[in-house]
C-alpha cells in the first residue's frame, strides 16, 4: 500500500509541477485562488467526487493520530488562515488529506480588504507576497452558513479586527473582536485570535502587551469551553515575545500560531529584488522567508513555557523534512499554504507520509513523543 501512495503522490506531483503550475503561474495568483476556491466548493457537493479527490490525495496512518487539547487529530497537517477566507472549503478539505483546517481570518464586519492586485508570486523565494486586507464576508454571514453544519475535521475559526479606520480606536478594535468571537462559540473546534495581519489600517495594536490584556480582558468575559490560541507576528523581537507572553499566562489561552507572515524586506529569504515596480512595498511574505522566523518563535516559545502551551507551526512547510522540524523545536500541530501552491496539494500526504518515515528512523511511536526534543529547557 505504501509503495502505491508513494508511485500516485509521484505521479501527481509530475502533473502538478509540469502541466498545473505552469499554467496557474501565467494568470493572476487571485484569479487563479478563485477559481480553486469555486472548483473545491463543486467537488465538495458531491460525495462520489469528494471519494475520488480522496482516492487521489488521502493517506491515513495510526502514528499520526493524537489528542490536543482534547480535540482528536487524524493528521497533524492542517490548512493555515487565509486559504478558505470565507469558509467555503469545509467539504473538500478532508478528503485532500487535511487533518484540520483554520477558516478565515473573519472580522467582525464584512470587509472588501485591500484594492487588488494584492497577490503577488516570489519564484526564486518560493513564496507569495500577501497584501489581501483580511477581505471576508464578516463574522454575521459566515457564522450564519457555519452554524448547523457538521465537519469531518476539527476547524479552527480565525478571528481578527475589521480593516477599517474606525476600528483603530480601541474600544472599537476590541468590541470588533468580542462580537466575532461571540458569533462562532458554538461553531468549530477552536478559536484563533490574530493579532498580527501586517495588511490592516492601524497596523497590529494588539501585539502591545496593554492592549492584549485589554482585549483578552473582554474575551475572557465571553462564555466558551473550547481552546483559544494567539497567532503570533513573525518577526517579534524577544522582549516583544515574552511581553505578550506574560499577559497570555494571565488570560484564557491554550496556546499559539506560530507565525504570521515575515515584514522584513531585508530577509536574506527574500532571492528577487523586491524594489521593482511590479511588487509594491506593502504586505507580508510567506513561504521559504518566514520558515526561519517561525522556526525560531515556535522554539522561544516552547523553552519559555516550558512547553506548557500548545504550539501550531506555521511558516515555509514545503516537505516532511520542514514539518519534522517544527515539531522537534516545539510545534504539536501543523499548518501550510504556500507549500501546497508551489508543490500541489499532494503534498499534504507526501508531508504526512515522510512524518511517518521520520518519527519512525528516530523510534518514536507518536507525534507527541517528538514534540520539543530540540529544545534545551534552561
Ligand atoms: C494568501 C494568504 C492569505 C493569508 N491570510 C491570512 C489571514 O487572513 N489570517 C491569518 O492569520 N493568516 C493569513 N495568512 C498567513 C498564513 O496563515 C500563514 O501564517 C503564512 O502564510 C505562513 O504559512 P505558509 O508559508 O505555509 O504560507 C495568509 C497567507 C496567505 C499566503
Redesign the pocket.
Known amino acids: 500500500m505504501n509503495n502505491i501512495i508513494f508511485l500516485r503522490n509521484k505521479i501527481i506531483s509530475f502533473f502538478y509541477l509540469h502541466f498545473l503550475k505552469p499554467v496557474f503561474f501565467r494568470s493572476d495568483p487571485e484569479d487563479v485562488?478563485d477559481r480553486m476556491t469555486k472548483m473545491g466548493v463543486f467537488l465538495g457537493k458531491y460525495r462520489i467526487a469528494k471519494k475520488i479527490v480522496n482516492c487521489l490525495f488521502g493517506f491515513r496512518h495510526p502514528i499520526l493520530e493524537q489528542t490536543v487539547q482534547g480535540i482528536r487529530f487524524e493528521n497533524p497537517i492542517g490548512l493555515?488562515?487565509?486559504?478558505d477566507?470565507d469558509a467555503q472549503l469545509t467539504d473538500i478539505l478532508p478528503s485532500v488529506g487535511f487533518g484540520f483546517a483554520?477558516l478565515?481570518?473573519i472580522t467582525g464586519d464584512v470587509c472588501q480588504g485591500n484594492k487588488r492586485p494584492r497577490?503577488w508570486r516570489l519564484l526564486k523565494s518560493q513564496?507569495?507576497v500577501?497584501y489581501?486586507g483580511?477581505k471576508?464576508q464578516g463574522a454575521k454571514i459566515i457564522s450564519e452558513k457555519l452554524k448547523n453544519k457538521k465537519f469531518k475535521i476539527p476547524i479552527g475559526i480565525?478571528i481578527?479586527k475589521t480593516n477599517s479606520p474606525e476600528t483603530c480606536q480601541l474600544d472599537n478594535g476590541i468590541n470588533d473582536y468580542a462580537f466575532a468571537f461571540e458569533s462562532f462559540i458554538n461553531i468549530g473546534d477552536y478559536i484563533?485570535i490574530?493579532i498580527?495581519?501586517p495588511n490592516a489600517f492601524g497596523g497590529e495594536p494588539f501585539t502591545h502587551p496593554e492592549r492584549l490584556e485589554k482585549l483578552l480582558e473582554r474575551l475572557d468575559c465571553i462564555e466558551y469551553s473550547k481552546p483559544v490560541f494567539i497567532?503570533l507576528a513573525a518577526s517579534l523581537s524577544n522582549q516583544e515575545l515574552d511581553d505578550i507572553l506574560d499577559v497570555a499566562a494571565r488570560h484564557r489561552v491554550h496556546g499559539f500560531?506560530c507565525?504570521?507572515?515575515a515584514k522584513d524586506r531585508n530577509n536574506a529569504m527574500v532571492k528577487e529584488k523586491l524594489k521593482d515596480d511590479s511588487i509594491p512595498s506593502k504586505g507580508?511574505i510567506?513561504?521559504k522567508v518566514?520558515?526561519n522566523l517561525?522556526d525560531n518563535t515556535i522554539e522561544r516559545v516552547y523553552r519559555k513555557t516550558r512547553g506548557a502551551y500548545t504550539i501550531i507551526g506555521?511558516?515555509?512547510?514545503f516537505s516532511a523534512e520542514d514539518a519534522y522540524k517544527k515539531i522537534k523545536s516545539g510545534a504539536s500541530l501543523l499548518?501550510?499554504?504556500?507549500?501546497m501552491i508551489f508543490q500541489g496539494p499532494q503534498v499534504v500526504s507526501e508531508i504526512n507520509r515522510g512524518l511517518v518515515r521520520l518519527l519512525k528512523q528516530d523510534g518514536y511511536s507518536s507525534i507527541a513523543e517528538a514534540v520539543g526534543v530540540d529544545v534545551k529547557l534552561d
Open positions: 485562488h493555515a488562515a487565509g486559504f477566507k483554520e478565515g481570518s497577490l513564496s507569495l500577501v489581501y483580511l471576508n480565525s481578527a484563533t490574530n498580527s495581519c497567532k500560531v507565525t504570521n507572515l507580508g510567506s513561504g518566514v520558515q517561525s506555521v511558516g515555509g512547510i499548518q501550510l499554504i504556500t507549500g
